[in-house]
């Protein structure tokens, strides 16, 4: 059975930087990855869809440790790939990676002090994979399910005679080009998808049942690139990273404080490029504020650029059902399709799926509390990587791993081997409240009952914020009261 120090679940963009974090800040360590899939990259890899692309701007959703280079800020999946595999192989930490294995059952013994992973091959569930031991596990698993994205039934959908699938499942082979095409959805999947295969079909229609916000901006950050042209690669990097950190965070503040002036503003964007004919009021004007729900981003207007060519059309109605050659409405509409993309969005799934039992009880973790948005009550060793949904997902799994880095590195100052969030019993009467707040997206309302939950004062707060995860994550002391930390009876 082989040991390691440190073990991370997933080796997409979160887990292949915090194994990079942890050579550099625990060198000594010894560090596996598991990675259930038989490529790196997770996300950027799973999804092949047109045009797949991401809607942060690359110098929040690259690492704090390596500059993004390229021109284009909000780049493309392919390109996000290929940064993650390079980082890979600069760090040197592909040797690390388990490939086709999947993290199905972790047992804690605080006799022993370690994790007992229970390993499965996804291409053979009859394969036997020896368990492994550890003392710690980061899990980077991301928050959904790779295998089953959310996709509702609809009426008579089986009469369809034409091709309907999920992005998720993008088929390889697929030959869009002269086609009538629905795309079933209003999140960034479908705004994606849409201008990027409406050039080539004969008419793309995103059919959706609400509204969603949407912002365009340039794909190019005119001050990133200047600032490359004349500083060194790092520091323009970080002023840039500081730039739109702060941006993004005046943004959102701004919805929270002034929702009508923020929705104004986008409304008066969209009318602006569409035009004073447009309908914006039906097909744009969501009926909640400025980020309660995702904002999406289109780089360079381009799905307005696809529907004032008359590529590209927006239906805002109901499904009433299918039909051999399409979708009928609750209008008595009927849209005709050759193809029909179901962009409904995801299931959420919490740790990868992966079952947690610590010293032969199972952990259920609706039960416990968030531990600065990473750990979790009465669990010991074990940090989970959840980023931002109002900012760069990596912002917070950079502050992760450097937490982890931290506290093993003072476990061993300490000569101890268990850490485990408590609470105090002046904790014990906390609201519990959801692990995500004031975000009404049916993919995160549908799963949230799954999730730990978070309190009302620190440590135990999820708090969506990356000023206020600074000062709690980075900069507050570890040994807060709440983080307690002890070693085996026999090691005493």
């Known amino acids: 059975m082989s040991h390691f120090d440190i073990v991370i679940v997933g080796a997409g963009l979160s887990g292949i930087g915090a194994a990079v974090h942890f050579r550099k800040h625990c060198p000594g360590k010894t560090v596996a990855i598991l990675e259930s899939r038989e490529t790196i990259g997770g996300t950027w890899d799973l999804y092949r869809y047109p045009g797949i692309r991401s809607d942060s701007d690359m110098h929040t959703l690259g690492y704090n440790f390596k500059p993004w280079r390229a021109a284009k800020a909000i780049a493309d999946g392919p390109s996000i790939l290929q940064y993650v595999n390079d980082t890979a192989d600069e760090y040197d930490v592909r040797k690390q990676i388990q490939f086709n294995r999947r993290l199905e059952d972790a047992s804690w013994s605080s006799e022993e002090s370690r994790w007992t992973l229970e390993v499965?091959?996804?291409?053979?569930?009859?394969?036997?994979?020896?368990?492994?031991?550890?003392?710690?596990?980061?899990?980077?698993?991301?928050?959904?399910?790779?295998?089953?994205?959310?996709?509702?039934?609809?009426?008579?959908?089986?009469?369809?005679?034409?091709?309907?699938?999920?992005?998720?499942?993008?088929?390889?082979?697929?030959?869009?080009?002269?086609?009538?095409?629905?795309?079933?959805?209003?999140?960034?999947?479908?705004?994606?998808?849409?201008?990027?295969?409406?050039?080539?079909?004969?008419?793309?229609?995103?059919?959706?049942?609400?509204?969603?916000?949407?912002?365009?901006?340039?794909?190019?950050?005119?001050?990133?690139?200047?600032?490359r042209r004349f500083l060194p690669p790092m520091l323009a990097y970080r002023l840039t990273r500081w730039k739109n950190v702060s941006m993004q965070h005046r943004v959102y503040e701004e919805t929270r404080t002034n929702p009508e002036r923020v929705k104004s503003l986008l409304l008066g964007q969209v009318r602006k490029h569409l035009g004073p004919d447009y309908d914006v009021e039906k097909h744009f004007t969501p009926s909640y504020n400025p980020w309660d729900q995702r904002l999406c981003l289109i780089p360079n207007a381009d799905l307005f650029e696809s529907i004032k060519a008359g590529k590209a059309s927006v239906v805002t109605d109901h499904i009433d059902c299918f039909t051999k050659k399409g979708i009928r409405l609750a209008s008595g509409e009927e849209l005709e399709a050759d193809i029909i993309i179901v962009a409904t969005g995801l299931n959420l799934k919490l740790l990868g799926g992966a079952s947690f039992q610590v010293d032969g009880e199972r952990v259920h973790f609706p039960d416990t509390f968030a531990y600065k948005g990473m750990m979790y009550s009465d669990v010991p060793n074990m940090a989970q990587t959840f980023g931002y949904i109002n900012a760069s997902w990596t912002l917070r799994a950079d502050l992760t791993a450097e937490y982890c880095c931290r506290l093993i590195s003072h476990m061993d100052e300490l000569g101890m081997r268990q850490c485990t969030p408590r609470l105090r019993p002046e904790d014990q009467d906390m609201p519990r409240r959801n692990w995500i707040e004031d975000f009404s997206s049916g993919y995160m309302q549908r799963e949230m009952h799954q999730f730990p939950k978070q309190g009302d004062h620190e440590p135990w707060l999820n708090t969506q914020n990356f000023a206020k995860d600074k000062k709690m994550i980075r900069n507050a002391p570890l040994e807060d009261g709440r983080l307690t930390f002890s070693s085996p009876v026999a090691d005493a």
Not at 171 to 194: C, F, H, N, Q
């Open 120 to 227: 499965g091959d996804p291409r053979d569930a009859s394969a036997r994979v020896e368990p492994i031991t550890c003392g710690f596990v980061l899990m980077c698993s991301g928050y959904y399910s790779y295998e089953n994205p959310y996709q509702p039934s609809f009426e008579g959908e089986e009469d369809f005679e034409g091709l309907m699938f999920h992005p998720q499942h993008w088929p390889e082979d697929l030959d869009y080009a002269g086609k009538r095409i629905i795309v079933i959805g209003s999140g960034a999947t479908a705004m994606t998808i849409v201008p990027s295969i409406a050039e080539d079909a004969e008419h793309v229609t995103m059919l959706q049942r609400s509204p969603t916000y949407v912002a365009s901006r340039p794909d190019k950050d005119a001050i990133a690139n200047f600032l």
